[in-house]
C-alpha cells in the first residue's frame, strides 16, 4: 500500500479494457476463432463492445459455423454470414462519433473491419494477437491503417492471472 492506503495491485487500463475484449469473445460461439472488441473513449470511458457473430435474425443453430463441404455448397461457408467483432462494436455504437477513440481487439483486423475503424474515426487500435498477419486481407489493413494515420501496437501482456468466477 502507498502513503495514502490505497492498493497497489489494480490493473491498468490497457488490462482492463483488454480484458473486456477477451470477455466479449466469450460470447461468439465460433468453434474455431473467438474475437472481441472494445473501444474507448480518449478519456478511458467504454463506448462499445462486440464479438464475431451472426447479424440479428439470423439463427446460430441454421447458419453455417465451418467450412465443411464448401467445395460442394459454397454457400455453407461461415465467412458469409458473421459480422465480426470489431464492426459489431461500431454498429452497437449508440453515441455520437466515435472520433479519436481507440480500440483493443483480441485479433489483428482484417482489411474489411479496418475499412470501418477508419471511416469511424478511430485513432488508436491495441491488438492481441496477429496469426493472420501473413495473409492478403491482414496486409491490406496495415496498408490502410498506416496511410489513414492510425496508430496500432501489439498488447504485452503482464503475465498476471486473474480469476472471476461467474
Same mark, same amino acid.
Given at each position: 500500500?502507498?502513503?495514502? =492506503?490505497?492498493?497497489?495491485?489494480? $490493473? *491498468?487500463?490497457?488490462?482492463?479494457?483488454?480484458?473486456?475484449?477477451?470477455? *466479449?469473445?466469450?460470447?461468439?460461439?465460433?468453434?474455431?476463432?473467438?474475437?472481441?472488441?472494445?473501444?474507448?473513449?480518449?478519456?478511458?470511458?467504454?463506448?462499445?463492445?462486440?464479438? /464475431?457473430?451472426?447479424?440479428?435474425?439470423?439463427?446460430?443453430?441454421?447458419?453455417?459455423?465451418?467450412?465443411?463441404?464448401?467445395?460442394?455448397?459454397?454457400?455453407?461457408?461461415?465467412?458469409?454470414?458473421?459480422?465480426?467483432?470489431?464492426?459489431?462494436? $461500431?454498429? /452497437?455504437?449508440?453515441?455520437?462519433?466515435?472520433? =479519436?477513440?481507440?480500440?483493443?481487439?483480441?485479433?489483428?483486423?482484417?482489411?474489411?473491419?479496418?475499412?470501418?475503424?477508419?471511416?469511424? =474515426?478511430?485513432?488508436?487500435?491495441?491488438?492481441?494477437?496477429?496469426?493472420?498477419?501473413?495473409?492478403?486481407?491482414?496486409?491490406?489493413?496495415?496498408?490502410?491503417?498506416?496511410?489513414?494515420?492510425?496508430?496500432?501496437?501489439?498488447?504485452?501482456?503482464? =503475465?498476471?492471472?486473474?480469476? $472471476?468466477?461467474?
Amino acid at each position: 500500500m502507498g502513503e495514502s =492506503g490505497k492498493r497497489e495491485d489494480y $490493473i *491498468s487500463w490497457d488490462e482492463y479494457f483488454m480484458g473486456v475484449a477477451e470477455l *466479449s469473445a466469450r460470447r461468439s460461439k465460433d468453434p474455431s476463432t473467438q474475437v472481441g472488441a472494445c473501444i474507448v473513449s480518449e478519456d478511458n470511458k467504454i463506448l462499445s463492445m462486440g464479438y /464475431n457473430g451472426f447479424p440479428k435474425g439470423c439463427s446460430d443453430d441454421v447458419f453455417p459455423w465451418t467450412k465443411i463441404r464448401v467445395e460442394e455448397d459454397p454457400y455453407n461457408a461461415k465467412y458469409f454470414y458473421t459480422t465480426h467483432a470489431e464492426l459489431n462494436a $461500431i454498429l /452497437n455504437y449508440r453515441g455520437g462519433s466515435l472520433e =479519436g477513440s481507440k480500440i483493443f481487439v483480441t485479433l489483428f483486423p482484417c482489411n474489411e473491419c479496418a475499412k470501418a475503424l477508419i471511416q469511424a =474515426g478511430v485513432k488508436t487500435m491495441i491488438y492481441r494477437e496477429d496469426k493472420y498477419a501473413d495473409t492478403a486481407a491482414v496486409r491490406a489493413s496495415k496498408r490502410m491503417l498506416d496511410a489513414a494515420g492510425v496508430r496500432y501496437y501489439q498488447y504485452l501482456p503482464s =503475465g498476471r492471472t486473474l480469476t $472471476i468466477t461467474l
